[in-house]
């Protein structure tokens, strides 16, 4: 699968996207992360890529131009979306990443500033965001999506079944995963539960079953 994230900060997520689970899955090419600076895209000298809205009010509004030049530059896949990361847009949810998961591409449109000139609209599939407060920029919603998406591809984990009992995954999505336990069998008197330890799967499974939140 691959992700193409339209941002004016190009290095913003470089350490992220080159540590762990993601790193591992670029390196055996189930994914591809490319990174577009938007400002590689303008026409002045300046590279603006963003102005005062019309109307007035405060802060800067992204440019339209320079976001349609971009997007128009990126090859797209038979199966894409283009997501522009939104404080309004719809909530990101396990659900919606697993349909994302179906996709050959998702594009990210990082907002910055006072949002994005609305004529975006006609160019993009949908909005989108990662919570329900505001962040300075999109390029963590993209990073959020990017790694939530990416685990439900095949082979991105160690092991498929461990998607199976993981929080807002299976059969019960609203269920939260069970507590968790490993050595040492005691820490300073607080001891992991005998039934944990007793090899009898049933009563283990019971356990993890009532202790889920």
Known sequence: MQFDIITIFPKILDSYFSESIL?????ASLIKIKIHNLRDFTSDKHHTVDDTPYGGGPGMVLIIEPLYKCLKSIRRR???KVILLDPAGNQFTQKKAASFSKLDQLIFICGRYEGVDSRIDKYIDEEV???P???SGGELGAAVIVEVVSRLLPGVLGSAESLQYETFSGKKSDIVEYPQYTRPKDFKGQKVPKVLLSGNHKEINEWRKSKSK
Request: glycine fraction near 8%.
């Open 129 to 131: 965001s990662i919570g």
């Open 78 to 80: 038979k199966k894409s």
């Open 23 to 27: 790193k591992r899955a670029q390196l």
């Open 133 to 135: 407060y505001v962040l």
